[in-house]
């Protein structure tokens, strides 16, 4: 074979591989758009600038993105500051952060809404219809809504870590057949529950050479059944949005993560929102999020922060997803636009305004999403010119996305606040992402709609 059929074939063979792959291969690409053509102000929009570097000189957090998108187009998007305070390397447009709550609506509610387009689950569902450990529980009455609107009556948070790991050595001597936590002298693992390596029987990885035991799973679930079930009143609660992905998955039958990215990650073009970053980005990107872990005895990049969600095995309801503000404003874009995207529907209307819209009966939170309190102006997430139609989230580790159905708005914050340590807030004590989202507003040349 002469060298030019040889070429021919190998483009031919590419031509091919790319025809199959289809979306799959597709990377979607950004470009930013002068604020006056969308009816804000480049002048004020910069003055986000000020308060970006307020919170990096007073030590709030190491760096940020801040992305804001208007009709449709990235007016404002800029990366500030660096991976860590020792390292030199700056942040930039691709740096991946540990988006932590952030994971509740970016993740776990989109899967949720994907299958109440499709048809396979009902807000007023009982959770134990799809969960059998909940079926002989005083918990066998809660609906999928009260998960959403945080009014289950299930505690704001439970520590699984517990289930697996005796207490801390130094005050407690350890029987022999208790298992150190791999290269942790601080703590030890129960017997059999935890291994340095991959496994079917230990197939959940909480962290670098760090896998719990395939029953890990199971007893954290039992944990959820058997705790206290308090009044059916709003609390935030990190265990309703771990039930949700638990359901999420029992109705499509394949893993959250896999779920979301063959329904919108993929064919969208969105390669930076991801579980589990390093098995498929590079370390270099990812911002870490504390300098030590006890749990996992090392510094935390890449690996969920939140104690409940490594537990799980990184992939969780309530925290693990990863991701940089481009990637995230393009999926609520989608949701700004009645779930289509570069002309391709991924939900009905119908269902984007349901969960945009709907707001519990205490008005404390919407379907899955949080919303402005107005009312509680020292603890409200948003700008104080927000509109009550704003729906989004907050995460632990410094970030923030808000959507603004009224004005075609979107607003994203992202941050690892939490490095080295989380012992002390300074971004929420400095107000800097509902600051930010007030000087965005105050950026308007015309007048904002309510």
């Not at 480049?42 to 986000?48: F, P, Q, V």
């Not at 990096?56 to 190491?62: E, Q």
């Not at 449709?72 to 860590?84: K, S």
């Not at 962290?207 to 206290?228: N, P, Y």
Request: charged share 20%; net charge positive; glycine share 6%.
């Amino acid at each position: 074979m002469s060298k030019q059929h040889i070429i021919l074939l190998i483009l031919f063979c590419l031509q091919f591989t790319l025809a199959i792959a289809g979306d799959s291969l597709f990377v979607r690409t950004y470009k930013t758009v002068r604020p006056e053509t969308t009816g804000l102000s480049t002048a004020k929009l910069s003055l986000i600038d000020n308060i970006v570097k307020e919170g990096l000189n007073a030590h709030a957090y190491p760096g940020c993105q801040v992305l804001v998108m208007k009709d449709g187009q990235i007016v404002y998007d800029r990366a500030f500051g660096r991976l860590t305070y020792e390292n030199p390397q700056p942040v930039n447009a691709n740096t991946l952060y540990d988006l932590a709550s952030l994971t509740k609506t970016t993740a776990t509610l989109f899967a949720i809404m994907k299958l109440y387009d499709a048809g396979k689950l009902k807000p007023e569902d009982k959770a134990s219809e799809y969960l059998k450990f909940l079926q002989f529980s005083d918990k066998s009455d809660i609906t999928i809504q009260d998960l959403l609107f945080h009014s289950s009556g299930l505690p704001s948070y439970l520590n699984f870590n517990r289930l697996v790991i005796t207490k801390n050595i130094a005050t407690l001597n350890i029987p022999e057949r208790d298992e150190p936590v791999p290269g942790n002298k601080a703590i030890r693992f129960k017997s059999g529950m935890a291994s340095k390596v991959y496994s079917e029987d230990f197939p959940y990885q909480a962290g670098d050479s760090l896998f719990l035991h395939k029953s890990s799973h199971s007893l954290a679930m039992q944990m959820i059944a058997e705790t206290t079930l308090g009044a059916p009143q709003y609390v935030y609660s990190c265990i309703n949005f771990i039930l949700l992905k638990e359901i999420a998955e029992q109705i499509s039958g394949m893993s959250l993560d896999q779920f979301l990215k063959k329904e919108f990650y993929e064919p969208m073009g969105l390669q930076n929102l991801t579980y589990l970053p390093l098995r498929n980005h590079n370390a270099d990107r990812i911002a870490p999020t504390v300098r030590f872990d006890s749990f996992r005895n090392n510094a935390l990049k890449g690996y969920v922060h939140d104690p409940a969600a490594a537990f799980l095995g990184n992939v969780s309801g309530n925290a693990g997803l990863f991701g940089n503000a481009r990637d995230i404003a393009a999926l609520y874009q989608m949701l700004l636009n009645g779930g289509e995207l570069d002309g391709k529907r991924y939900l009905s209307e119908a269902t984007c305004r349901l969960f945009i819209d709907s707001t519990s009966p205490d008005r404390l939170h919407g379907l899955g999403f949080a919303k402005p309190t107005p009312n509680k102006p020292t603890t409200n997430p948003c700008g104080t010119s927000a509109p009550m139609a704003v729906v989004g989230h907050t995460g632990y580790t410094g970030t923030c996305v808000w959507v603004d159905p009224k004005n075609n708005m979107i607003f994203v914050f992202l941050s690892n606040r939490t490095y080295p340590s989380d012992a002390v807030n300074k971004l929420a004590r400095m107000k800097i992402r509902p600051r930010i989202h007030e000087q965005i507003y105050q950026s308007f040349i015309g007048k904002i709609k309510h």
